[in-house]
């Protein structure tokens, strides 16, 4: 059918053939096609690309979602794109198989982050919760700066610590992607976090250790266990919370940590004295493999699930805000108090500064410092059992009786 110059008033009057479908083109914007079918009229822009024979059709969209005036508009702009050399429908195939931030973020989680990263189920968390939702469907290569100082500006009206986590975590998503030749560059690089933060200082008063055991004794038995081991181990706050079966030895009264459960990268074996061995030998009796802790749910403890609980658990209890690893800073500065070198102190947090900072503390010396970890946690023990209890511990007494 010869091409016309169409108007708005046949456009919306037109109806199909009998036989089936009607195709009217303009001859105001060439290549424009309105196809009329039972129902529906839709654009399409029909063009032949550069050095090829064969026929191409792009949609353009449905009428009247698009006008006359604007499908004519859409048509002239896509033949002045062929007439430059391009193949809009190509670019759209390609445009559809590009990658998107959503599904740059998950290759970074399989081939990246799970393979080298203890934390990962964190930057997954994060990243699924503030990013994807917001940034999720834009082309990975395509994203800008603006964009993500944008999205990081909202986060921190409600979050200022979490919104420094996203950019740092976006950030290494997107330095990663350039690494693999994904996209041609980092956009978050040059933006400034929006929160200063102030290194955490927070240590537990003997009277609010006294009312943590407390309140913590009424807590879930999942949350209630790992909060004890914390205070009681000096571990971190997720080693406690995924303590395995494997990992005890409630005959020796050790508690291993495989190197990929460390922050170090190191095996890291702790002795278990008083109340910790009783919470790990109880554990252990209840589940003979796998994890020992659990949530309600059944699940795995997460950081935000443990972040919420401790929230829970501290209302009324403490006089300004606490969290978690606070247990493990005042087992350390406990410690400290008890007048434990800083040495020992430091075997027994498994700091990377302490097992790795020389030659001599990462190849040479392969001693677990066993005897002095136990000595100095059989002290944290006894100091505990002193400030819950209120009693003053008998010298040759050490193992914490208080609470259930």
Known sequence: MPARILTDVEVRSLKPEPSGRLMVYDAKARGLCLRVSAGTKAWSFVYRPRGSAQQRRFTIGDYPAWSLSQAREKALALRRLVQDGGDPVAAAKERSEALTVAGLIARFIERHAKVKLRSWRDYESLLSRDVVPVLGRRLAHELTRGEVANLIDKIALRAPVVSNRNLQTLSS???????????????????????TEVPKERVLSDAEIAAFWTASAAAAPSYRDAFRLILLTGQRPGECAGILAEEVDPVKATWTLPAARTKNKRPHAIPLVGEALAIARRLRSETPSGALILSPRGKPLSPQNMAKAFERLREGIFDEG???HDLRRTAATVLGRLEIDRMTVAYVLNHASTTKSTVTGSTYDQNTYMPQKKRALEALDAEIQQIVSGVPNPDNVTVLKVGA
């Open 173 to 195: 998503v997107y330095s990663w992607a350039v690494s693999e030749g994904l996209v041609p560059s980092n956009p978050v690089i040059g933006l400034k976090q929006r929160h």
């Open 322 to 324: 606490a969290t978690p």
